[in-house]
T-cell receptor, first 118, second 113 residues
Framework: GAVVSQHPSWVICKSGTSVKIECRSL??????MFWYRQFPKQSLMLMAT?????????EQGVEKDKFLINHASLTLSTLTVTSAHPEDSSFYIC??????????????FGPGTRLTVT | GNSVTQMEGPVTLSEEAFLTINCTYT??????LFWYVQYPGEGLQLLLK?????DKGSNKGFEATYRKETTSFHLEKGSVQVSDSAVYFC????????????FGAGTRLFVKA
């Protein structure tokens, strides 16, 4: 089946630094990827829709200058948390939509990246 | 806008008990409906789905039927196992508006041996 990977799986960084999280679709093309955030024992909240070759679309209340999204290829989207603070600590999950030629148009989720900002 | 409401947890059951987790939705049009499962420390896994009214999704003994008249997609399993302990998310995806997936709050299930 289709696989989405995320790297790193967990990261600890100091307050004020930036962290980049990668999301890759391993065996299909994804012109659209989604980034979610999950707080402990809570649901997933959609942060933004990442579109290959164009700007991401952010959900209301999400700071686009803080959460930079780049979708430079059909298999890779990155989320950069800039000037991270402890309140940015969370579980970040991406999903990718299989919409290449012959694709299923299903969405597949990555395993998540746990970010801890100290 | 679209939304999903599912029963609050945690739900605690003994092994071999019957499981129901209620899920209702609000949506324009005819969304696809999903149940995802998240095991401790892991990402989401698709458990089952239904794409149109009266469809029944099933997987690993779990079932859910897309009920348009009651806007519901309740998850059921006849006999739960300890290994079913996880958080279950009901979700919907519209056919327009960027195909975003909207999740319910999640229901934590504990199954005791």
């Amino acid at each position: 089946g289709a696989v989405v990977s995320q790297h790193p799986s967990w990261v600890i960084c100091k307050s004020g630094t930036s962290v980049k999280i990668e999301c890759r679709s391993l065996d299909f093309q994804a012109t659209t990827m989604f980034w979610y955030r999950q707080f402990p024992k809570q649901s997933l909240m959609l942060m933004a829709t990442s579109n290959e070759g164009s700007k991401a679309t952010y959900e209301q209340g999400v700071e686009k200058d803080k959460f930079l999204i780049n979708h430079a290829s059909l298999t890779l989207s990155t989320l950069t948390v800039t000037s991270a603070h402890p309140e940015d600590s969370s579980f970040y999950i991406c999903s990718a939509r299989d919409q290449g030629q012959g694709g299923s148009y299903e969405q597949y989720f990555g395993p998540g990246t746990r970010l801890t900002v100290t | 806008g679209n939304s999903v409401t599912q029963m609050e947890g945690p739900v605690t059951l003994s092994e071999e008990a019957f499981l129901t987790i209620n899920c209702t939705y609000t949506a324009t049009g005819y969304p696809s409906l999903f149940w995802y499962v998240q095991y401790p420390g892991e990402g989401l896994q698709l458990l089952l789905k239904a794409t149109k009214a009266d469809d029944k999704g099933s997987n690993k003994g779990f079932e859910a039927t897309y009920r348009k008249e009651t806007t519901s997609f309740h998850l059921e399993k006849g006999s739960v196992q300890v290994s079913d302990s996880a958080v279950y998310f009901c979700a919907l995806r519209g056919r327009t508006g960027g195909f975003k997936t909207i999740f319910g709050a999640g229901t934590r299930l504990f199954v005791k041996a």
